[in-house]
C-alpha cells in the first residue's frame, strides 16, 4: 500500500512497479477505484458480478488500484474489491491513510 500526501509520486511509483513486473512477463491491470467499482456494480447490476470476478481473477497477476479515497465507497462494490485484492497481488494506493474502525 502506498500512502501520502497528493503530488508525492504515489502514481507514479506504482506505474513504474506495474511496468517493471510487465516487463518481467506479469499481467498487470492498473485501474482507479472508483472506476473499478462503477464496472463492479454495473456487473452486479447486470446479474454478472461473478463472471466479472473471475475475470478480474484469471487474467491479472498484479492489480493496482489507485485514487483510493476520493468519493464514498458502496459497500458491496468494497468488499468484492477488498476479496480480490486477498487473493492476487494487488498494490493500494491512498491519499490518506486507512481510518481505524471505533472498537
Known amino acids: 500500500m502506498l500512502l501520502g500526501p497528493p503530488g508525492v ?10 511496468m ?4 518481467h512477463g ?4 492498473f ?6 467499482l462503477d464496472r463492479l456494480v454495473q456487473a452486479q447490476t447486470e ?11 484469471k487474467c491479472r497477476r498484479l ?7 476520493y468519493r464514498g465507497l458502496d459497500r458491496q462494490a468494497t468488499s468484492a474489491a477488498a476479496s480480490r485484492g486477498g ?7 491512498q491519499q490518506r491513510p486507512p481510518v481505524a474502525k471505533p472498537v
Open 20 to 23: 517493471e513486473a510487465i516487463r
Open 9 to 18: 509520486g504515489k502514481t507514479h511509483l506504482a506505474v513504474s512497479l506495474g
Open 63 to 69: 492489480l493496482i488500484l489507485d485514487e483510493i479515497g
Open 26 to 29: 506479469y499481467s498487470v491491470y
Open 87 to 93: 487473493q492476487r497481488n494487488c498494490l493500494w494506493n
Open 47 to 57: 446479474n454478472r458480478i461473478s463472471r466479472k470476478m473471475a475475470h478480474l481473477r
Open 31 to 36: 485501474v482507479t477505484l472508483p472506476d473499478l
